[in-house]
């Protein structure tokens, strides 16, 4: 095996695999060194979005349907797993079978800036080259809860997605994203969910008026919200956990036969050895780079979960833009201009957003309008039976350009994006409202939304 490459990469992910046949058209030997078998092609596909995404349509399905839940759940689970080892194996032959890119099994070190040894099974080997790209994502971040360290009923979020017997009762750590959207798979397989959230608002990063309305749908689906709560300890007992609590009232038990541990995660950046390679990382693990995703080493760059900032596998696709342009272009796309991120929860119905909040508006200086639409008032919600909702847009009242919006309906995830598009090349909100779209779809909701 070849020890000097032209450019290697650490991490099989969104960023890395796509750079990496960048680079090869480019006319670049290439190494891409992967911790885990289990994860080619990154996080999204094995343990994130593609899993969860797959138990969200099932679990809707479930909700509906009149099949048992235990064995629709089981029958998820199958079809999940079937679904994640075929996007896997794509992922992997379509980079394995190019003779320019070779595809490494083993754990990165820095040795300097110029040399990484891989620990693989059958030892250790030292390669080199003179350009590192790190893509090694993220990881749960397990807080330091009496009782949580082995327990055989507490989960992460990667661990529950194969658990293959449906558990009665849920509890929930963490009133986050990742821990709200599982409340709802969950939910909608007939489980009793509990989310324990420490902070007093929640979603406190979201629009209260679609906060209060989220937690009243969950409350509905059988997950209740918990706020101001401390787990004080988890004790296992037979055939099921005690989550020891502290409200601002008293001591609580709460029975469960799963525990998610949903409390945010971290960059996975504590065995690359960066020291070595006089690579930064912030207080939080996460990789310093600027503007064009190059770190502190000139020679090294960083791209999705690894860098500490959004965590969204569209995003390290978008690093790998940045990073094309520097490496392979004319480094006019850097990270100033990627615009607002949209992203979705997808709950049932899914909660979407995009840009500032009201609050977030005024207090930036702008003189604000918002425009509200309940999802009961289009035509298709009513068709899909689920009119649950609202759609919330945040305007510049002076220029007629769109601050925000924020997306509480059936289809939001698609809706959001127009509104991005919109947002990205500077059209006011009255391109939408005198729009054509066909009928009847979600979309002509924002003929409505922004009829003002």
């Known amino acids: 095996m070849n020890t000097k490459y032209d450019d290697i990469i650490i991490g099989f992910g969104k960023g890395g695999k796509t750079i990496a046949g960048a680079l090869e058209k480019s006319g ?102 003179d350009r590192f790209f790190i893509n090694t994502g993220s990881s ?33 750590i963490g009133g986050g994203y990742i821990g709200v959207e599982f409340a709802s798979i969950y939910a909608d397989f007939g489980v009793d969910v509990t989310i324990l959230q420490d902070g007093s608002v929640f979603l406190p990063r979201e629009d209260t008026e679609i906060a209060d309305m989220v937690r009243q749908n969950l409350d509905h689906r059988g997950a209740r919200v918990l706020t101001e709560v401390q787990v004080q300890e988890i004790k296992q007992k037979e055939g099921f956990a005690e989550v020891v609590i502290k409200t601002k009232d008293d001591i609580e038990i709460l029975t469960a036969e ?58 390290s696709l978008d690093d790998y833009r940045i990073v094309a342009s520097k490496v392979l272009g004319d480094g006019s796309y850097t990270l100033d201009k990627r615009g607002a991120v949209p992203y979705s929860v997808f709950l049932n ?19 604000v309008k918002t425009v509200k639409l309940p999802a009961a008032a289009i035509p298709k919600a009513q068709v899909l039976e689920q009119p649950d909702g609202l759609l919330k847009a945040v305007l510049d009242a002076d220029t007629n350009k769109i601050l925000g919006a924020h997306l509480f309906c059936e289809e939001s995830h698609e809706l959001i994006n127009l509104i991005k598009m919109a947002m990205d090349v500077g059209l006011d909100y009255t391109v939408l409202k005198n729009m054509i779209f066909t009928h009847p779809t979600m979309g002509e909701a924002l003929n409505d939304l922004f009829s003002v």
């Open 28 to 129: 670049r030997k290439v190494a891409l060194i992967e911790k885990s078998a289990k994860m080619y092609g990154g996080t999204c596909i094995n343990v994130g979005c593609i899993p969860t995404k797959s138990l969200v349509h099932s679990a809707g399905a479930a909700a509906s349907g009149c099949i048992e839940k235990s064995i629709a759940y089981a029958n998820a689970v199958a079809r999940k797993t079937q679904l994640v080892e075929k996007l896997r194996l794509k992922n992997y032959k379509k980079l394995d079978t190019n003779p320019n890119i070779t595809i490494i099994d083993g754990t990165a070190r820095f040795i300097s800036d110029h040399k990484v040894e891989v620990q693989r099974a059958d030892g250790v080997l030292v390669l080199e080259s």
């Open 140 to 172: 749960p971040f397990i807080p330091p809860i009496q009782g949580i360290q082995g327990n055989p009923y507490v989960y992460v979020s990667e661990s529950l997605l194969d658990m293959e017997t449906l558990p009665e009762r849920l509890v929930i």
């Open 258 to 315: 799963a525990i998610l541990v949903a409390t945010g995660r971290r960059p996975n950046t504590k065995e690359l050895n960066l020291e070595a390679a006089g690579v930064h990382v912030n207080e939080r693990g996460g990789i310093i780079t600027d503007n064009s995703r190059t770190t502190t080493a000139p020679n090294i760059f960083a791209m999705g979960d690894v860098t500490g900032g959004l965590q969204f596998t569209y995003i």
């Open 349 to 367: 119905p899914p909660f979407s957003r995009v840009g500032m909040s009201e609050k977030e508006a005024v207090e930036a200086g702008y003189r």
